[in-house]
């Protein structure tokens, strides 16, 4: 299937849609304001996905199928990622979670990791629609909190973290010398349509929706504005680990330190890995983190959040499923741009765009 309008070929089609992409990445990433939905936005990487696939030659490293976010904006300091941010593949339809699901189970059975009988074990979460985070503890202290930015280098955002409630400040019990929390930092609808209400009332700036109030308001020069938002905060994954206690490579070694394999684990599960981050003071979604086996398996949770999704306090834009074993993971390992252990399973376009409203943006 080719995108090329009348009169375009291949490489000017791949063209308009990256330029088109950038643009609405650089408000998205940059500006926290999107003039598009995201089922919109989804619609034309797809297209470029379909063009790139069909024309491998027109593939660059500056393609943002390739890439992740957009780069951090000078104003705040910025922090090189030791494990790179990922972003995470997408699914819109059972087909392609079933399709995950068999190159999964292909490859671990390959590997000897899977019997020839037996289905691949998934971690399933909610997809919340904030903005992901990764937070640095030193000795259990929170010493640097850094956006995922394009992935490689994020912005420095430790003030303005320091002032979610929900991110401890200290961690509980024995901690390791570093540990690297990755999460979403997001907002609340009823907080969201409060927050808009009170800025329209002082002739400030409303926000599209949560994601953009939550990055907005995280993405503040002045951490004092940052206190006042009603941020929230889980999370779901994790960067680099080292000096776990109790064992004598306890020092962090900056050299060592260039791979998510430097990063020496206490579990050997992500759902385990999770219940660790919770023990140690972590907000983690625990009332509907589940785990699952199968392509069917995936489906049913897919089908259980999709029927309570309206009733959740916040905003998912889907769900994710991980594969559960970390031994497991590690075989399947990464493509440019996100992990092929991992699927983002999306919801329906429907309701990304009812939350766009009708503002002026200016870029
Ligand atoms: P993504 O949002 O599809 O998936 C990756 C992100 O999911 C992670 O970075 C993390 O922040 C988040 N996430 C939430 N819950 C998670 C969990 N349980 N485990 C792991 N990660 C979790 O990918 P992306 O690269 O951040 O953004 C691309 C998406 O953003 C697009 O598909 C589109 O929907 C939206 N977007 C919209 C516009 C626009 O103009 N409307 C522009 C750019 C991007």
Redesign the pocket.
Known sequence: MSSASAGENAAQAAARLRAE?EQ??V???VYDE?????????GL?RELEALEAEHPELVTPESPTQR??AAPVSAFGSVRHVVP????N?AFDEEEVVAFDRRVTDTLRGAGLLGPAQQADYFC????????ISLRYEDGRLVQAAT?GDGQTGEDVTSNIRTIKAIPLQLKGAAPKVLEV?G?VLMNRADFEKLNVAQAKRDEKVFVNPRNAAAGSLRQLDPRITAKRPLRF?A??WGEVQGLPGTQSGLFDEASAGAAEASELPQKSHGAMLAWLHELGLPV?LMHNHRATGAEGLMAFYAKVGALRATLPYD???V?Y?VDSLPAQKVLGFVA??PRF?L?H?FAAEE?TTTLLDIEVQV
């Open positions: 992409l609405h990445n408000r998205y990433y999107p003039s598009v939905s995201d089922a919109e936005y989804d990487m992740v976010g941010m990922l972003s995470l997408n979460e909610l997809k919340l629609d904030g903005l992901a995922r990755r979403e889980f779901y994954g979604n998912i834009d889907g994710v991980k741009r996100a991992a983002a999306k990304a």
